[in-house]
């Protein structure tokens, strides 16, 4: 496999030509990550050769872009083995859940039903249900973690006839791994409970099929794959879609208007009111391509081998505390650690200092800070432009780090 990672980034490495420039050691994919150059070629693209309204105009280059528009779906959608009428565009993953809590939940909601998420959510997969919850009178509860990052999915009261959806996440932003997906969703189903995957953090290195997820919904965004900011995407299961109401009306998801009623287009379009983005959708397609250049689960084995090259640094190192890891395992792409004396901040800003981009801060999982009993830590994440160079860098930052603050 040591061979398969170094034909992975090799391949990988060459389309990051400003990357590869730049001299910076990036270490924050989680947040965002690098395009390759042809993810920006297509959006530049999309500019310069496309640039007509989508699904508005009867003329040559609208119908072009319509074209394009619905070939991009169609790609993105098969990447996750969806049909292209069960994909919408959104612009991120936090409005593609708020879709499901406020287009599709809170018509179906009622009080004393549960709402289950993990103590490792992001806030949001977190704030939506929190807010659904306190208007409809249901209750939020959460699956608990232990020591080792293992969610309790035999928790008390998880399998109720009360629960009503569980809203999971495939990886957790600050403790990376995989948490138990296909388990939940299989035992959800069983038990005729609903289940939405954010998959923000897992779509760009674990093949993902929802077909034998067997998922209600599944969220993710282009920018966390090595695609373009400002577009995302929810996967809608067939039966929940006719369930499920527009969260904006307006132009390009009606069929006719009178004075008093409206007819909704079928679905996916019903759903994307306003003016597509269509470069957007275009560098979306453009990073599945890159993505599914590679063979499937080569970048996964590459990124998490990676991983746990870091983790073993940085375990070496006596004044370092690392976070476990989601599932208990090793295997990750994401590592959150905690130097002894060191603010996160001042951590932060003296990789910064040194050309090393690592993230910290509460990460906008405060469940999971609370339950660490954190006030901030240091993260680094991982995509596949990294490479075991970029670890020592980051040691140096710390030894340096520790010797002004320590």
Request: net charge negative; proline share 4%; aromatic share 8%.
């Given at each position: 496999?040591?061979?398969?990672?170094?034909?992975?980034?090799?391949?990988?490495?060459?389309?990051?030509?400003?990357?590869?420039?730049?001299?910076?050691?990036?270490?924050?994919?989680?947040?965002?990550?690098?395009?390759?150059?042809?993810?920006?070629?297509?959006?530049?693209?999309?500019?310069?050769?496309?640039?007509?309204?989508?699904?508005?105009?009867?003329?040559?280059?609208?119908?072009?872009?319509?074209?394009?528009?619905?070939?991009?779906?169609?790609?993105?959608?098969?990447?996750?083995?969806?049909?292209?009428?069960?994909?919408?565009?959104?612009?991120?993953?936090?409005?593609?859940?708020?879709?499901?809590?406020?287009?599709?939940?809170?018509?179906?909601?009622?009080?004393?039903?549960?709402?289950?998420?993990?103590?490792?959510?992001?806030?949001?997969?977190?704030?939506?249900?929190?807010?659904?919850?306190?208007?409809?009178?249901?209750?939020?509860?959460?699956?608990?973690?232990d020591s080792e990052g293992h969610l309790q999915i035999d928790q008390t009261g998880l399998w109720d006839d009360s629960t009503f959806?569980?809203?999971?996440?495939?990886?957790?932003?600050?403790?990376?791994?995989?948490?138990?997906?296909?388990?939940?969703?299989?035992?959800?189903?069983?038990?005729?409970?609903?289940?939405?995957?954010?998959?923000?953090?897992?779509?760009?290195?674990?093949?993902?099929?929802?077909?034998?997820?067997?998922?209600?919904?599944?969220?993710?965004?282009?920018?966390?794959?090595?695609?373009?900011?400002?577009?995302?995407?929810?996967?809608?299961?067939?039966?929940?879609?006719?369930?499920?109401?527009?969260?904006?009306?307006?132009?390009?998801?009606?069929?006719?208007?009178?004075?008093?009623?409206?007819?909704?287009?079928?679905?996916?379009?019903?759903?994307?009111?306003?003016?597509?983005?269509?470069?957007?959708?275009?560098?979306?397609?453009?990073?599945?391509?890159?993505?599914?250049?590679f063979p499937q689960g080569a970048i996964s084995c590459y990124v998490g081998n990676l991983g746990q090259q870091f983790r073993q640094?940085?375990?070496?190192?006596?004044?370092?505390?690392?976070?476990?890891?989601?599932?208990?395992?090793?295997?990750?792409?994401v590592v959150s650690f905690v130097v002894e004396g060191v603010h996160p901040h001042d951590m932060a800003q003296t990789a910064a200092?040194?050309?090393?981009?690592?993230?910290?801060?509460?990460?906008?999982?405060?469940?999971?800070?609370?339950?660490?009993?954190?006030?901030?830590?240091?993260?680094?994440?991982?995509?596949?432009?990294?490479?075991?160079?970029?670890?020592?860098?980051?040691?140096?930052?710390?030894?340096?780090?520790?010797?002004?603050?320590?």
């Amino acid at each position: 496999m040591a061979g398969v990672g170094r034909d992975v980034h090799s391949k990988a490495i060459s389309q990051f030509s400003y990357y590869q420039n730049s001299g910076n050691h990036y270490l924050d994919s989680a947040a965002t990550t690098q395009k390759p150059d042809s993810v920006i070629d297509a959006v530049t693209q999309g500019y310069r050769h496309f640039c007509a309204p989508v699904h508005r105009g009867s003329y040559p280059l609208s119908e072009v872009a319509s074209s394009a528009y619905e070939t991009a779906r169609s790609k993105v959608a098969q990447f996750i083995n969806a049909s292209a009428q069960q994909l919408i565009f959104t612009k991120s993953c936090t409005e593609s859940i708020n879709h499901v809590a406020l287009g599709w939940a809170k018509s179906k909601i009622k009080p004393g039903h549960k709402i289950w998420i993990s103590q490792m959510e992001h806030n949001a997969n977190y704030l939506p249900w929190l807010q659904l919850c306190k208007e409809t009178g249901a209750e939020l509860k959460i699956i608990e973690i232990d020591s080792e990052g293992h969610l309790q999915i035999d928790q008390t009261g998880l399998w109720d006839d009360s629960t009503f959806l569980i809203a999971l996440t495939h990886c957790s932003n600050i403790l990376g791994g995989e948490t138990p997906v296909q388990e939940v969703c299989d035992k959800a189903r069983n038990h005729g409970i609903y289940t939405l995957i954010d998959a923000a953090q897992s779509v760009s290195h674990i093949p993902i099929d929802v077909k034998a997820l067997g998922c209600d919904f599944l969220a993710f965004s282009a920018h966390k794959m090595y695609g373009p900011e400002g577009i995302g995407a929810l996967y809608i299961d067939a039966q929940r879609q006719l369930e499920m109401s527009p969260l904006l009306l307006g132009g390009g998801s009606i069929e006719s208007v009178s004075e008093q009623q409206i007819r909704l287009r079928e679905a996916p379009h019903c759903f994307e009111a306003g003016s597509p983005n269509l470069s957007g959708a275009l560098g979306f397609a453009a990073a599945v391509d890159f993505l599914q250049a590679f063979p499937q689960g080569a970048i996964s084995c590459y990124v998490g081998n990676l991983g746990q090259q870091f983790r073993q640094a940085l375990a070496k190192q006596n004044n370092i505390t690392l976070l476990p890891v989601a599932g208990g395992g090793n295997t990750t792409s994401v590592v959150s650690f905690v130097v002894e004396g060191v603010h996160p901040h001042d951590m932060a800003q003296t990789a910064a200092d040194n050309d090393v981009s690592i993230r910290t801060g509460s990460h906008c999982s405060h469940l999971l800070m609370s339950y660490l009993k954190f006030g901030a830590v240091n993260r680094l994440s991982l995509g596949i432009y990294n490479h075991s160079d970029d670890i020592q860098p980051l040691i140096e930052s710390i030894n340096a780090a520790a010797d002004i603050f320590a």
